[in-house]
C-alpha cells in the first residue's frame, strides 16, 4: 500500500557546503599526482566543449579520465576530512529540525556518489540520491543526478520505497536545480558563498 509522505529536499554542493565537492576534488587530485598533468591539454580541449551541451555528461567524464579507484581510496579520507570544513554550520541543526517536523528529508546531488557519502555521514538523512558513478571506471556515470534527473531519482526513490511523496520544501543555490524545486511548495534559495538564506 502506497504510503503518502511531506518530503523536503536539500541539494549539497553551495546548499549545505561552501564549494563545489566535485571540483575541489579535481584541483585536489591535481595538487596530489603528477598523472592529472598529463591530461591537462586533453582536459582544456573537453572543457572547451562544454559550451554547446553544458549539461552533458560526455565532457564531464573525458575531463576526468584520469580518474582511478586508486586514486579515489588513496585520497578520499584527507579530502574527505578538508572538505567537511565548508559545510555550513546550521545544517544539521536544520536536518533534524525537518525530521522531527515529520518530514522526510532527502539529500539529491550531482556530485559523485564517492564524494558525497562519506561528506554527510554524520547527518541523518532518509535517503541520499546522487550521481552514481561506474564501479570500475570511476571517471564514468551511470547516473547523472542533475538538473531534471533530480525529479527521476526522486520518483524512483519513491517508487521504490512506495512513497507518494508531496515536496513541501526544497534548499538550493543554483539555477539548474529549477525542475526539483518547481515541484516544491517553498523554495529555500541559499547563497552559496555564505550559507545564508537569500
Do not use: G, M, R, W
Given at each position: 500500500m502506497l504510503q503518502k509522505v511531506n518530503v523536503v529536499i536539500f541539494d549539497f554542493d553551495g546548499t549545505l557546503?561552501?564549494?563545489?565537492?566535485?571540483?575541489?576534488?579535481?584541483?585536489?587530485?591535481?595538487?596530489?599526482s603528477f598523472k592529472p598533468w598529463l591530461f591537462l591539454p586533453w582536459i582544456i580541449i573537453i572543457f572547451g566543449t562544454s559550451i554547446f551541451n553544458y549539461s552533458g555528461v560526455w565532457w564531464r567524464q573525458m575531463i576526468r579520465f584520469f580518474l582511478t579507484k586508486d586514486m579515489i581510496e588513496r585520497y578520499s579520507q584527507d579530502f574527505t576530512q578538508q572538505h567537511k570544513k565548508n559545510r555550513f554550520k546550521w545544517v544539521k541543526k536544520q536536518v533534524a529540525l525537518e525530521k522531527k517536523r515529520g518530514n522526510k528529508v532527502v539529500l539529491i546531488s550531482a556530485s559523485p556518489?564517492?564524494?558525497i557519502l562519506p561528506l554527510v555521514d554524520d547527518i541523518c538523512f532518509d535517503a541520499i540520491l546522487t550521481s552514481v558513478t561506474n564501479k570500475t571506471k570511476p571517471w564514468k556515470y551511470d547516473f547523472l543526478c542533475y538538473e531534471k534527473n533530480k525529479v527521476y531519482a526522486l520518483d524512483k526513490w519513491?517508487?521504490?520505497?512506495?512513497?507518494?511523496?508531496k515536496v513541501i520544501r526544497t534548499y538550493s543555490d543554483s539555477i539548474s536545480d529549477m525542475p526539483i524545486m518547481q515541484i516544491a511548495q517553498e523554495q529555500v534559495w541559499i547563497n552559496k558563498k555564505t550559507g545564508t538564506r537569500i
Open positions: 557546503s561552501a564549494k563545489d565537492s566535485n571540483f575541489e576534488f579535481f584541483k585536489y587530485c591535481f595538487k596530489h556518489d564517492f564524494l519513491a517508487n521504490e520505497n512506495k512513497y507518494i511523496p
